[in-house]
């Protein structure tokens, strides 16, 4: 299948700005539809975002729309999300993820069955 490996997590400050990375390898040929998920600590993963077709359809969690932008290089098989006016609430483990079956309008964990190891963001 495919292996997902996340990037350029940190801590930042307040109102700051991060671009995570998301380098795709295997077959990926197929995976046409990629999210972010995130889980802080005491709660449950949380879809953030979904790009299909290098952005023919978006989908955003309503706490990070106009905040958050995801996006895809084809042709270097990268996914980044670029979070933007960062919060506290913002502080999680944030993971790429490649779909399989069913719909692509948002991200469930039942839908995207491969992952990354996840790269953590931290807001202060």
């Known amino acids: 299948h495919v292996q997902l490996v996340e990037s350029g997590g940190g801590s930042v400050e307040a109102g700051g700005s991060l671009r995570l990375s998301c380098a795709a390898s295997?077959?990926?040929?197929?995976?046409?539809?990629m999210g972010w998920f995130r889980q802080a600590p005491g709660k449950e993963r949380e879809g953030v975002a979904v790009?299909?077709?290098?952005?023919?359809?978006?989908y955003y969690t309503d706490s990070v729309k106009g905040r958050f932008t995801i996006s895809q290089d084809n042709n270097k098989n990268t996914l980044y999300l670029q979070m933007n006016n960062l919060n506290s609430e913002d502080t999680a483990m944030y993971y790429c993820?490649?779909?399989?079956?069913?719909?692509?309008?948002?991200?469930?964990?039942?839908?995207?069955?491969?992952w990354g190891q996840g790269t953590q963001v931290t807001v202060s």
């Open positions: 993820a490649a779909h399989g079956l069913g719909s692509c309008l948002e991200p469930t964990e039942a839908a995207f069955p491969y």
């Open positions: 295997g077959d990926t040929n197929r995976y046409y539809c």
């Open positions: 790009i299909y077709e290098g952005g023919v359809y978006t």
